[in-house]
């Protein structure tokens, strides 16, 4: 069975600073694997999807990488922003069906 | 901007009562998914679904119940509410490779 490890599991940093949040996983054939945004007690945002066959993706100020022989996936966030806190999460596809599979998130506080 | 709608938002609700998670989507996604999160806690996938009349239970074991008459519509119900069920509750739906998810039901069982 997948399984999908995020570290650092919290983090908190000043405005303005440079950070990158890892996702590692067992089974390195995945199909996708998409990172998500979760603010308290709402729902998921999607912040960047990375088909198997790539190796990165870009939006604003975020940056995934993907490299699944390593089973890693790292979100880069330059020059970070208050607006930023949130927890963020990667997920994996794999196996049959295509169900996603979750790490437990990395919980990012930026400090004014 | 959401395309895929949950409701209610939020519910408190007696022990023993049945209740029904609506979710919708507009996007005509054929694969559909509810998770389970209890607050600061992983999702775990409790239903989902690959089309019309096709349900299949999740990795996590749930006494919750859902169906899918129509391909926008995937509602879950609870048969017996109990506190133990108490937990946010998000639905999902995925047309080639990537998730939308709803805003979620934050359910409490009181």
């Known amino acids: 069975k997948q399984e999908v490890t995020q570290i650092p599991a919290a983090l908190s940093v000043p405005e303005g600073e440079n950070l990158v949040l890892n996702c590692s996983f067992t089974d390195s054939a995945i199909y996708n694997l998409q990172w998500f945004r979760q603010d308290p007690g709402k729902g998921l945002t999607s912040l960047l999807l990375i088909q198997s066959s790539q190796r990165e993706q870009t939006s604003g100020r975020l940056n995934a990488s993907l490299d699944k022989s390593s089973g890693r996936s790292t979100l880069y966030i330059a020059a970070s922003q208050p607006g930023d806190s949130a927890t963020y999460l990667c997920a994996v596809t794999s196996g049959n069906f295509n169900k996603f599979y979750f790490g437990s998130g990395t919980k990012l506080n930026v400090k004014p | 901007e959401a395309d895929i709608y949950q409701t209610p938002r939020y519910l408190v609700i007696g022990t023993g009562k049945k209740i029904t998670l609506e979710c919708s989507q507009t996007m005509g996604h054929d694969k559909m998914y509810w998770y389970q999160q209890d607050p600061g806690m992983e999702l775990h996938l409790i239903h989902y679904?690959?089309?019309?009349?096709?349900?299949e239970k999740g990795d996590l074991s749930s006494e919750s119940t859902v169906s899918r008459i129509r391909t926008e519509h995937f509602p879950l119900t609870l048969e017996s509410a109990r506190p133990s069920h108490t937990s946010q509750y998000l639905c999902?739906?995925?047309?080639?490779?990537?998730?939308?998810f709803g805003s979620g039901t934050r359910l409490t069982v009181v």
């Open positions: 679904s690959y089309g019309v009349n096709s349900t």
């Open positions: 999902a739906s995925m047309r080639g490779y990537g998730y939308t």
